[in-house]
């Protein structure tokens, strides 16, 4: 089922009386998810990200807007006939129902013609239990059970009646990092498995990054950027995305566009032809890092950090906006020194300029 | 007994003594009298052991009116103010402003002094040779007949006592069921919303077995409460509660010791244990019933 949100806008009374007004928590969204793919929703903690999924859910009217669910405009039904499951951050399992009432309940809420038998209804839970390998567990009570296991159960009844679209809302905060691990590559096979059109709500990048098919960042209500999240994390189209996606993340120095070409400093460090000059804000990746004895960029070291894979050299520029600049280069390359002045070559598709005034793209 | 394990006791031993001088002699003292067959006051002195005691008290004719009236005063108190203070919390719960002005006045009767709000029943019910009370008054207006429900039929006194002991517990209950309410995870209103539960579906398999717990506990010293009733008949009835024959068990037990005819400690003490047998066996019912039915959360 595809998702088209049109002009999409939340605004919230203002909590702060005096203040008054209203705050926006979501400004003119406009996107469409395509059919039977899943979406990481990704932003900062209050960039509205949730109130999207509540209103795709249809727990929150939108203030203006529409939401198609394929050619069907959804917007005023209630959540019971839109056809979605909805799995919350916590969990939200009924805690006086067994595992296995908690995932009849919304099958037992069907009416009139919709209304199954007692046996048809057993074995939609039982298969639902199975999807998500907690059939063994259909007596026990959630306050019996890990995390990871009610994690699923609510899975189990998001998805027992078969719903159009599945939304998650940071399905994974709190599971610990080993569960969150094991428990993203289940939600991805689940999602697979079933072919229904998923969206979750996260702020960690990498956890979107990892399972989506398509990511879509937030910032402030305002979409930012959509795309493969190899795409995104490539081709930022502002230096929020660039700063949000990647650990660690990108390093931001101060720099100048002078005869066509970047300059950090006094140093002459990439050819830019056709780029008038100006101020502007560089973000080189980690990863955007080559040790080169006869490299144009140089930076004090203050330590080496041996990850095994590859090696993390701590860095510090006058120019650099932060504390220190992590620089990662292959373990294999040999660092014969732990501090002093290193010289580095940059790639040059690892190196975005911005502008500093907005944080829009320049490109070269 | 080593060191270790006299601290302890040590520890306790103040509790251990006030809850033996106040609680468990005078306990073992009334059991004491209730057997003691023609027990005097003034010589201290009884005639023999046994059960005569309760004999008596249950072929009292005063005790048996107290039993009724105590007994019909629990069964139309507990439920219907369980009741009403259920509907009025979800009332509160759902309302969004005045939310704290409501929950003030409610909670307005549980400060008020029980003799004063008697005294203001008894003004709005009485009918005196000057007026007939304002509830005759509205009941004359909507064309109905003048009851006379101090001194008036048993129905009358029974409704006026069931209304005034509603109304005097209503506001704990009431405190006790809103707080109920609050703690009750909305996220889970959420999710059976999601699920397509109709508003009467959440409240039955959500709320209801939510707040159950709270429930119980206010039934269970609901009964309690009632079956101890005295002073609220006192405040409404005047002392000579046995003449109105709208005497209580407990107020048959402070007969029994202080009143017009009183002086009889062992009839009083048996009436007390046999009131402690009711609450008792209608206690254990009920935690019997709400552990079958409640939730481990």
């Given at each position: 089922m595809k998702i088209r949100l049109t002009h999409l806008t939340k605004e919230f009374p203002n909590k702060n009386k005096k203040a008054g007004g209203f705050v926006t928590a979501v400004n003119d969204f406009d996107f469409t998810i395509p059919d039977g793919k899943l979406i990481g929703l990704l932003?900062?903690?209050?960039?509205g990200k949730s109130t999207l999924l509540n209103m795709i859910c249809g727990l929150e009217p939108p203030t203006s807007g529409r939401i198609f669910f394929g050619e069907d405009d959804?917007?005023?039904?209630?959540p019971e006939n839109r056809g979605v499951g909805m799995v919350f951050q916590s969990y939200?399992?009924?805690?006086?129902?067994t595992v296995l009432q908690n995932i009849l309940f919304p099958l037992e809420n069907l009416k009139g013609k919709e209304r199954l038998s007692k046996d048809v209804m057993n074995a939609k839970a039982e298969e639902a239990a199975r999807l998500v390998q907690i059939?063994?567990?259909?007596?026990?009570?959630?306050?019996?059970?890990?995390g990871g296991q009610q994690q699923r159960v609510a899975i189990a009844r998001a998805l027992v009646k078969r719903p159009r679209v599945l939304l998650l809302d940071e399905?994974?905060?709190?599971?610990?990092a080993r569960l969150r691990l094991q428990t993203r590559e289940e939600i991805r096979r689940i999602q697979k498995e079933t072919g229904i059109t998923t969206v979750f709500v996260t702020h960690d990048q990498e956890e979107a990054m990892s399972i989506s098919d398509e990511i879509v960042v937030m910032s402030a209500g305002v979409l930012q950027q959509t795309g493969m999240p190899q795409e995104v994390y490539d081709d930022p189209i502002n230096l929020f995305v660039a700063m949000f996606l990647g650990t660690p993340a990108i390093n931001v120095f101060s720099g100048q566009i002078r005869d066509c070409a970047l300059y950090i400093g006094e140093e002459r460090l990439l050819e830019t032809p056709g780029i008038p000059d100006q101020e502007v804000t560089v973000g080189i990746r980690p990863e955007g890092f080559v040790l080169d004895a006869d490299g144009p960029f140089s930076m004090e070291m203050d330590r080496v950090e041996v990850m095994g894979r590859d090696t993390t050299l701590i860095c510090r520029h006058?120019?650099?906006?932060?504390d220190t600049v992590r620089a990662i280069v292959p373990s294999?390359?040999?660092?014969?020194?732990?501090?002093g002045t290193v010289r580095l070559t940059l790639k040059p598709a690892k190196v975005h300029l911005f502008r500093p005034?907005?944080?829009?793209r320049v490109r070269y | 007994m080593g060191k270790a394990s006299v601290k302890p006791w040590l520890y306790l031993l103040p509790a251990l003594v006030f809850l033996s001088i106040f609680m468990v002699y005078p306990l073992f003292d009334v059991l004491v009298y209730s057997v003691?067959?023609?027990?005097?006051?003034?010589?201290?002195?009884?005639f023999g052991v046994g059960l005569y005691n309760y004999a008596y008290v249950l072929r009292d004719p005063y005790f048996l009116q107290a039993l009724k009236n105590t007994f019909i005063l629990v069964i139309i108190t507990v439920p219907l103010s369980t009741g009403i203070a259920l509907l009025i919390s979800l009332g509160l719960h759902s309302i969004p402003k005045f939310k704290e002005l409501f929950q003030t006045i409610f909670f307005l009767p549980y400060v008020t002094n029980t003799l004063a709000v008697g005294l203001v029943f008894m003004i709005l019910f009485k009918k005196t040779p000057y007026s007939d009370g304002f509830i005759n008054l509205l009941i004359n207006f909507f064309g109905g007949q003048s009851v006379?429900?101090?001194?008036?039929?048993y129905w009358a006194k029974i409704f006026v006592m069931s209304f005034y002991t509603v109304w005097v517990v209503l506001p704990f209950k009431i405190l006790i069921l809103t707080s109920a309410l609050a703690s009750v995870d909305p996220v889970l209103y959420k999710a059976a919303k999601v699920d397509g539960a109709s508003r009467g579906r959440i409240f039955r398999r959500i709320t209801l077995p939510m707040i159950s717990p709270m429930i119980f506990y206010l039934v269970i010293t609901g009964f309690i409460g009632a079956f101890k009733a005295y002073a609220d008949e006192v405040a409404i009835f005047g002392t000579n509660l046995n003449a109105a024959g709208m005497n209580t068990i407990v107020g048959f037990v402070y007969d029994m010791l202080y009143?017009?005819?009183?002086?009889y400690p062992s009839y009083a003490s048996a009436a007390a244990l046999i009131l402690f047998m009711i609450v008792l066996t209608i206690t254990v019912i009920n935690l019997l019933v709400s552990r079958r039915t409640s939730v481990n959360v």
């Open positions: 932003g900062p903690s209050g960039c959804v917007t005023e039904l209630p939200a399992l009924y805690p006086h129902l059939d063994q567990l259909m007596d026990r009570k959630p306050g019996e059970l890990s399905p994974l905060s709190n599971l610990d006058p120019k650099f906006r932060g294999d390359t040999v660092v014969k020194r732990d501090s005034d907005t944080g829009e | 003691e067959e023609g027990y005097n006051s003034a010589s201290q002195t009884f006379d429900f101090i001194e008036g039929p009143g017009d005819s009183g002086g």
